[in-house]
C-alpha cells in the first residue's frame, strides 16, 4: 500500500464562507469524511492550517538563518490543509480526493509518497 497526501488548496480571490453559519456545515461534512476514512482504516493522518498570513520561510542555506514572513512562494494558491491516507493505489486516492473535495469545498491535490529506500 502507499501513502498518499490529499492537499487542500485555496486560491485567492475566491471567496471562504467566513460567517459560522457558512462554515459550519462544511466542519461538519470534513468531520463525517474524515470519521469514514477512519472507519475505512485509510487514515492516517490529518490536519487544517491556519491562515496562510500565519506562515513563515526559513532559509539556512547560506551562512545565517533569515526567517520572513509569508509562505516560501509568492502564489494565488496556498496549502489549507491536508490528509494523509494509506491506499491500494491512485485510483483509489483519486476517489477519496473527490469525496473530500466536496467536504471541504475546495479543490484537493493527489500525489503519492516516494518509498522508503530499502
Request: hydrophobic share 45%.
Amino acid at each position: 500500500m502507499t501513502q498518499y497526501l490529499l492537499s487542500v488548496h485555496h486560491v485567492a480571490g475566491e471567496e471562504m464562507p467566513s460567517a459560522p453559519e457558512d462554515i459550519q456545515p462544511i466542519f461538519e461534512a470534513v468531520d463525517r469524511f474524515n470519521q469514514k476514512a477512519m472507519d475505512a482504516g485509510v487514515w492516517v493522518f490529518a490536519g487544517g492550517l491556519m491562515p496562510i498570513e500565519s506562515a513563515r520561510t526559513v532559509d539556512n542555506t547560506g551562512g545565517e538563518r533569515v526567517v520572513t514572513d509569508g509562505p516560501f512562494a509568492e502564489s494565488k494558491e496556498w496549502l489549507g490543509g491536508f490528509w494523509i491516507f494509506e491506499l491500494p493505489d491512485l485510483d483509489t486516492a483519486l476517489e477519496w480526493a473527490a469525496e473530500g473535495s466536496k467536504a471541504c469545498a475546495g479543490k484537493v491535490e493527489v500525489r503519492p509518497f516516494q518509498e522508503a529506500p530499502a
